[in-house]
């Protein structure tokens, strides 16, 4: 699911762990949310070094970053969601979701305090280091000489505007930003675009198609997806 804009398809992990264990989407859903933000803060810190190095999409990464700052901010800051929440029930749409609303609330509150976030935080920088490294790799099997730093840079920052582009996976503004990004450096068109291929084929597609067989082999033991089990 990791093709879905923004990664939102990827809620279905918490619907697969009811099925296994009962747990309500509402407890678990929170924790797709944590790993998106601690994905795009391991990515900000990386793009943010490389913006300053290389003075390049400095604006970008800036904003960014400060969205995701006051998303953390306002759900860190239990008084001021509160008072959030407490607006939202004069919706009358949401009267009737209330009590999922506060138990979604109080799982992120968990999860994004300052202890489990710098450590989910570590854990995704190292991740998302493993696949810069892995670009990095590419480039030079091209025999393409850019330091590690300039590698892991463009890599999370054209990682960065495919996701605010909401786009399915960012298709089609990541791999282009990855590409003009490496013509701007002097690059033959055609070598960036190879390099922009195989990165992205060992990478998203690849976590696709492991997505894809893991799913077949849940679906072989637990038995396929029912309607009722997709609640919250």
Same mark, same amino acid.
């Given at each position: ?13 918490a ?13 678990? /859903?929170?924790?797709?949310? =944590? ?5 795009? &803060? ?11 190095v ?5 604006g ?51 999860? &994004? ?5 710098i ?5 995704? &920088? ?16 091209f ?16 990682t960065?505007?495919? =996701?605010i ?8 503004? %990541? ?16 070598? /960036?675009?190879? %390099?922009?291929? !195989?990165?992205? =084929?060992?990478?998203?597609?690849f976590?696709?198609v492991?997505? !894809?067989?893991?799913?077949?082999f ?6 396929? &997806? ?7």
């Amino acid at each position: 699911m990791s093709v879905t804009p923004g990664k939102m398809g990827e809620l279905l992990k918490a619907y697969l762990t009811k099925e296994v264990n009962g747990t309500p989407v509402s407890k678990t /859903a929170p924790i797709v949310f =944590a790993e998106r933000v601690t994905d795009f &803060l391991a990515l900000i810190i990386i793009s943010i070094i490389g913006a300053y190095v290389f003075n390049y999409g400095k604006g970008i990464v800036f904003g960014a970053g400060a969205f995701l700052l006051i998303i953390i901010i306002l759900i860190s800051h239990k008084n001021m969601a509160l008072r959030i929440l407490k607006l939202l029930e004069k919706i009358t749409f949401l009267k009737s979701h209330l009590q999922t609303i506060h138990n979604l609330y109080e799982s992120s509150y968990q999860l &994004l305090r300052v202890d489990p976030l710098i450590k989910m935080t570590f854990v995704s &920088l190292i991740s998302w280091l493993s696949e810069c490294l892995g670009y990095y790799i590419i480039l030079r099997n091209f025999d393409i000489e850019k330091s590690f730093l300039w590698a892991a840079f463009s890599y999370a920052f054209a990682t960065i505007a495919g =996701a605010i582009s909401m786009l399915p996976g960012g298709l089609g503004v %990541t791999e282009g930003s990855l590409t003009l990004m490496l013509i701007d450096n002097g690059q033959p068109k055609e070598l /960036a675009v190879a %390099t922009t291929f !195989i990165v992205r =084929a060992v990478t998203l597609w690849f976590a696709v198609v492991v997505g !894809i067989c893991s799913l077949m082999f849940y679906q072989k033991r637990f038995g396929k &997806l029912s309607a009722d089990t997709i609640s919250i």
